[in-house]
């Protein structure tokens, strides 16, 4: 054995005389699992700030493929003529 393990092991020893384990009371225990047990359904919501992103990009996105497809049939109409 080592320094290190003797000293680890006199120091569980310590431990082990000074901290003693502690039991929690019935009624604790009770009140915890019923908590655990019935916990209300999660409810995840999203700040009103990513909605209105959410809408910015979308009408964003759009906006630009009727510009394309605007000046898509532009060219089209005008070197069909031509």
Avoid: C, W
């Avoid at 020893?13 to 019935?38: A, D, M, N, Q």
């Avoid at 049939?73 to 069909?80: A, D, E, K, V, W």
């Amino acid at each position: 054995m080592t320094k290190q393990d003797d000293q680890f092991r006199q120091l569980e020893s310590t431990l082990s005389g000074v901290l003693k384990g502690v039991r929690p009371s019935e009624r604790f225990v009770g009140t915890v699992r019923e908590k655990l047990r019935y916990q209300p359904p999660l409810e995840i919501e999203y700040p009103q700030r990513e909605r209105d992103n959410l809408l910015l990009t979308l009408g964003g996105v759009l906006v630009v493929s009727f510009m394309a497809l605007t000046l898509a049939r532009g060219f089209y109409h005008l070197f069909r003529r031509g």
